[in-house]
């Protein structure tokens, strides 16, 4: 089955502009995109639209000129905009291929005439791996947008796969695939992020095996990074002497830095592993003390170890100022069970997209300057949750996996995070949470002390498996070398990986600073026993600058958690070299990889 052609955002309205030259420019509705780009531009004259063709641009924005790109493809000036809002640039020229040709095309034009390129998809992240804040158009970036055309997905049952062109979305692919019955056993939450951007930084959910339970055919434990049977991308080819696409089958040694390759190529397609999978239970819990759930490891009681071990799919959220999380845990289950309520669709918990004017008159509060109202924002989040998990009977569903795992809409409110996977053995996962929450408590409550709140959004938690090549079942497949979840080699025991985020709205008072101190007692406590990374789409090498500043970060500490334990042509240098010998003209390379993977070494 195949479905192609243009997709706006999930859920929002598609507009048309009219050029000065006739042509006709398709964007999006008034979503958080628009809006925020909106504000970004409010003081230079722009319209909503934030969309204009070059004749328009020499006229109404000062810059560089238009650039000339290869026949059939216009560009066009758009503001880029990230989840957060953080990321916030100058009208950056923008084109929409229409195939992967062109794609190639643009990086050849690229390559001579000294242009970046960099994919752009929903912009449903938060680290700068496309562009910094600020960015302008002399910093000659032009934006590849994949989502207009590069679409098209095809689902092979015999073979068990999905090719999907990497500006899809994860949502459509997960609806294709589920078409023909089958399914990813876990994966991100937001259905807008296309699965080029899914890939470039191993998007994962929760998962690993219950007691008792054995891998489906087809399913991983690990990162989509490792469900990849053959992926397309645009770059260096030796034979031809310049840039073209070029297929990479799991087994060659270079797929291994482009299964999860942080935006430095541009997958025009891909094709996954899938499963088929029976429907699934979904259960929330409201009522279970954190004191009982992060328990010392060992005790009686509802912990999230015993969780694992009955469910082996977790997730937590935890409000700040709070004692009871949102526990959700998912369980195959063929047939509905007696008490649950069947969905057919994703998206079922309305109530946090749908914000009440409670909330959201102290949303305003926090972003007009007053933190402190974190201490009642946190309580009054968590006790709407309560109360709609069960007026919306919502606290137990069953459905198709995407049903269940799919429940981040666009109109979420929009936060920053930290971002770290933790690797340790199955048995330590409880240790990890004790102690982890023991230091978050803490420190939100040391802070409070001082009239200082600078977290105002929850604290999520999930745990995953390793990424195991052998998963996707082909002889000699390569490990994603990049991905945060690939095993530490010379720690095999380390076979489940615990993610932990900590949510607050951007510029929050001293959030910089309680990022920078977190950041640094997980680097240390965990030292003992367990492998730091870091999440590559959230934050992290923090700094007096901010996030992705930090030079002992990114240039010791993330080179040396690949390489721990790795042969020296599987670690961080091998995959760089990989990345250069592919990108030889560091087209795709934004500033923080330059910072991180630096031209020559450095």
């Given at each position: 089955m195949a479905t192609t052609g243009d997709r706006a955002p999930l859920g929002t309205p598609r507009h048309r502009a009219s050029t000065s030259e006739g042509t006709i420019v398709e964007h999006e509705g008034i979503n958080r995109r628009t809006a925020l780009a909106a504000a970004a531009i409010a003081g230079s004259g722009w319209t909503l639209s934030a969309m204009l063709s070059p004749a328009e641009a020499a006229v109404r924005v000062p810059g560089s000129p238009?650039?000339?790109?290869?026949?059939?493809?216009?560009?066009?000036?758009?503001?880029?905009?990230n989840w957060s809002g953080e990321t916030r640039t100058s009208p950056l020229w923008t084109v929409a291929p229409t195939s992967a040709d062109q794609v190639a095309e643009l990086a050849r034009w690229a390559s001579s005439n000294d242009w970046r390129l960099r994919a752009r998809g929903y912009q449903h992240n938060w680290s700068p791996l496309s562009v910094e804040s600020g960015s302008t158009q002399e910093s000659r970036v032009l934006m590849v947008d994949t989502v207009k055309h590069l679409t098209a997905i095809t689902v092979d049952p015999t073979a068990m796969t999905v090719t999907a062109q990497g500006?899809?979305?994860?949502?459509?692919?997960?609806?294709a695939a589920n078409n023909r019955g089958l399914s990813i056993m876990?994966?991100?939450?937001?259905?807008?992020?296309?699965?080029?951007?899914?890939?470039?930084?191993?998007?994962?959910?929760?998962?690993?095996?219950?007691?008792?339970?054995?891998?489906?055919?087809?399913?991983?434990?690990?990162?989509?990074?490792?469900?990849?049977?053959?992926?397309?991308?645009?770059?260096?080819?030796e034979t031809s002497g310049d840039y073209a696409v070029k297929r990479f089958e799991r087994t060659d040694p270079d797929i291994g830095p482009l299964l999860t390759n942080l935006g430095r190529t541009i997958v025009t397609s891909v094709q996954l592993r899938v499963a088929k999978l029976s429907n699934m239970r979904c259960r929330s819990y409201i009522t279970i003390p954190t004191w009982e759930l992060f328990a010392k490891p060992g005790s009686w009681g509802r912990s999230v170890d015993s969780y694992l071990r009955s469910c082996g799919r977790v997730e937590v959220i935890l409000f700040p100022f709070t004692s009871f999380p949102w526990v959700k845990t998912w369980e195959f289950s063929r047939y509905k069970p007696l008490l649950s309520r069947g969905t057919s669709s994703p998206y079922n918990y309305v109530f946090s997209d749908n914000i009440p004017q409670q909330i959201s008159d102290l949303f305003k509060k926090i972003q007009t300057g007053t933190p402190a109202i974190a201490t009642q924002l946190g309580p009054a989040q968590q006790k709407i949750t309560a109360t709609s998990l069960t007026t919306s009977f919502v606290s137990d569903l069953w459905g198709a996996p995407k049903n269940l795992q799919l429940y981040v809409r666009p109109n979420t409110p929009k936060v920053t995070a930290n971002g770290y996977a933790i690797h340790c053995r199955r048995a330590d996962v409880q240790r990890v949470l004790y102690e982890f929450h023991n230091y978050y408590k803490a420190s939100v409550n040391e802070?409070?002390?001082?009239?200082?709140?600078?977290?105002?959004?929850?604290?999520?938690?999930?745990?995953?498996?390793?990424?195991?090549?052998?998963?996707?079942?082909?002889p000699g497949a390569i490990t994603p070398t990049l991905s945060p979840s690939r095993q530490f080699a010379d720690h095999p025991e380390w076979d489940t990986?615990?993610?932990?985020?900590?949510?607050?709205?951007p510029g929050t008072p001293y959030s910089l600073q309680f990022f920078q101190e977190c950041e640094q007692w997980v680097i240390n406590n965990y030292a003992s026993y367990a492998g730091v990374r870091m999440e590559w789409s959230k934050g992290w090498g923090y700094s007096a600058d901010g996030a992705w500043q930090n030079q002992d970060i990114l240039q010791n500490q993330v080179p040396r958690s690949y390489s721990q334990g790795q042969p020296a042509d599987q670690g961080w240098d091998s995959a760089v070299r990989i990345l250069e010998k592919l990108d030889p003209s560091r087209i795709y390379a934004a500033p923080l990889h330059d910072r991180l993977m630096p031209p020559n070494g450095g």
């Open positions: 238009a650039p000339v790109l290869p026949a059939g493809m216009t560009p066009w000036l758009e503001v880029f905009v500006g899809a979305s994860l949502e459509a692919v997960l609806n876990h994966h991100p939450a937001p259905g807008d992020v296309t699965i080029g951007g899914a890939l470039a930084i191993a998007g994962h959910g929760t998962a690993v095996p219950a007691s008792g339970e054995t891998r489906p055919a087809g399913a991983t434990f690990g990162s989509l990074s490792n469900l990849v049977v053959s992926m397309d991308a645009v770059v260096w080819d802070y409070a002390k001082r009239w200082r709140y600078p977290v105002n959004g929850p604290l999520e938690i999930r745990v995953t498996g390793v990424d195991n090549p052998a998963d996707v079942e082909i990986v615990v993610w932990l985020d900590i949510l607050t709205f």
